[in-house]
């Protein structure tokens, strides 16, 4: 069955102060690091042999997912030693795979929660013909994404950068970064420098005539590349929204992790998820949450779609609306901190500190 190679390399700037200590795929998401859903998702296709292309805090994957008899796959790890591009990164492990050079290789984005039918795609790829098809999905505003036109049969006609007019939109297709490879694309692509698949590749290819397929599915998608967007698709893991084998529990309104210590008044909803070791005090809420291992949530605090990081405290009767904080972060009782604040790492903020209502 059809080969793997999965991008885990990039640094993931968005998510800090996430990603200050974990690689981006590594972050918890419904109480797993985010590629055990991928690597999940990928064996329940039928792909048995995964490499992943790892770069950013690259010795911390291989502790976790070992060899992946586990999980009932073949893993391999290559690490970049200088930053390459989606395309170098690819290219930079094809001495890795066993594929055939007319054999298909699937490739997969790691920060992209999908539905996505990983068999239909590499149907597609076959019986189309392609040199490479690609995952397109509909989104209502394309403006942010790169346009990926197609003709009636799905054949890929132009690679259009993000539009800045509305005469620039013709298409709601983007592309959303999972793919087929015929193996000797692979081994095309120039070796030992940054290549950029959306840039240079994909255009170029275009351009050689080569047969580039596009396979439209608007199940669930959902790009993880900031914070508000990773605590969303961690809760909507929880609820069922977004589909995965590896979800440890029952789907629902909360994933209370074992280990995890709740108050019997304390009220959990919207796909909350607390991890192993948390603690979640009396009278306390906690709504479209994750509360990563050994953070505490004191006693009457209000947390609402925020992510908190490993051993942080939230104090008494705090309120967090949209907020991230770091891992061992410390915040006193009585704060408000709201819409998008990011708290770094091992900060420490005092009772009755941060407010945007007066003092009560």
């Given at each position: 069955?059809?080969?793997?190679?999965?991008?885990?390399?990039?640094?993931?700037t968005?998510?800090?102060p996430?990603?200050v200590?974990?690689?981006?795929?590594?972050?918890?998401?419904?109480?797993?690091?985010?590629?055990?859903?991928q690597?999940?998702?990928?064996?329940?296709?039928?792909?048995?042999?995964?490499?992943?292309?790892?770069?950013y805090?690259?010795e911390?994957?291989?502790?976790?997912?070992g060899?992946g008899?586990?999980?009932?796959?073949?893993?391999?790890?290559?690490?970049?030693?200088?930053?390459?591009?989606?395309?170098?990164?690819?290219?930079?492990?094809?001495?890795?795979?066993?594929?055939?050079?007319?054999?298909?290789?699937l490739?997969?984005?790691?920060?992209?929660?999908?539905g996505?039918?990983?068999?239909a795609?590499?149907d597609?790829?076959?019986?189309?013909?392609?040199?490479?098809?690609?995952?397109?999905t509909?989104?209502?505003?394309?403006?942010?994404f790169?346009?990926?036109?197609?003709?009636d049969?799905?054949?890929?006609t132009?690679f259009?950068?993000?539009?800045?007019?509305?005469?620039?939109?013709?298409?709601?297709?983007i592309n959303?970064?999972?793919?087929?490879?015929?193996?000797?694309v692979?081994d095309?692509?120039?070796?030992?420098?940054?290549?950029s698949?959306?840039?240079?590749?994909?255009?170029?290819?275009?351009?050689?005539?080569?047969?580039?397929?596009?396979m439209?599915?608007?199940?669930?998608?959902?790009?993880?590349?900031?914070?508000?967007?990773?605590?969303?698709?961690?809760?909507?893991?929880v609820?069922?929204?977004?589909?995965?084998?590896?979800v440890?529990?029952?789907?629902g309104?909360?994933?209370v992790?074992?280990?995890?210590?709740?108050?019997?008044?304390?009220?959990?909803?919207?796909?909350?998820?607390?991890?192993?070791?948390?603690?979640?005090?009396?009278?306390a809420?906690?709504?479209?949450?994750?509360?990563?291992?050994?953070?505490?949530i004191?006693?009457?605090?209000?947390?609402?779609d925020?992510?908190?990081?490993?051993?942080?405290?939230?104090?008494?009767?705090?309120?967090?609306?949209?907020?991230?904080?770091g891992?061992g972060a410390?915040?006193?009782?009585?704060?408000?901190?709201?819409?998008g604040?990011?708290?770094?790492c091992?900060?420490?903020?005092?009772?009755?500190?941060v407010r945007?209502?007066?003092?009560?």
């Amino acid at each position: 069955m059809t080969e793997a190679i999965l991008l885990v390399g990039g640094k993931g700037t968005r998510l800090r102060p996430l990603t200050v200590r974990t690689p981006k795929p590594m972050v918890p998401a419904a109480g797993v690091p985010f590629l055990a859903h991928q690597l999940a998702r990928a064996r329940a296709a039928g792909v048995e042999h995964v490499v992943l292309a790892t770069s950013y805090l690259a010795e911390v994957f291989e502790p976790y997912f070992g060899d992946g008899s586990d999980l009932g796959l073949h893993l391999e790890y290559v690490t970049e030693v200088e930053p390459l591009g989606t395309g170098g990164a690819i290219r930079n492990v094809a001495s890795h795979l066993t594929s055939g050079p007319d054999e298909p290789v699937l490739i997969f984005n790691g920060d992209i929660l999908t539905g996505l039918d990983i068999r239909a795609l590499v149907d597609t790829h076959t019986t189309s013909g392609a040199d490479v098809s690609l995952h397109l999905t509909r989104v209502d505003d394309p403006r942010a994404f790169g346009l990926v036109p197609t003709d009636d049969t799905g054949r890929v006609t132009a690679f259009l950068e993000k539009p800045q007019t509305p005469e620039e939109i013709v298409t709601d297709q983007i592309n959303a970064g999972a793919y087929v490879f015929r193996r000797s694309v692979i081994d095309s692509i120039p070796h030992d420098r940054p290549v950029s698949v959306e840039r240079e590749t994909f255009p170029g290819l275009l351009s050689d005539d080569a047969h580039l397929q596009g396979m439209v599915d608007s199940t669930y998608w959902l790009d993880l590349g900031t914070p508000q967007a990773f605590v969303r698709g961690s809760a909507d893991l929880v609820t069922g929204r977004a589909p995965s084998p590896a979800v440890p529990g029952r789907r629902g309104e909360r994933l209370v992790l074992e280990g995890a210590g709740i108050a019997a008044d304390a009220k959990l909803s919207g796909g909350t998820v607390v991890c192993d070791g948390a603690r979640v005090g009396a009278g306390a809420r906690v709504h479209g949450s994750t509360v990563l291992a050994d953070a505490v949530i004191a006693d009457g605090a209000d947390v609402r779609d925020s992510l908190i990081g490993e051993g942080a405290y939230i104090g008494e009767r705090t309120l967090l609306d949209g907020a991230v904080i770091g891992d061992g972060a410390h915040i006193g009782a009585d704060n408000e901190l709201l819409e998008g604040v990011r708290i770094w790492c091992d900060a420490r903020i005092g009772d009755g500190a941060v407010r945007f209502s007066s003092d009560q």
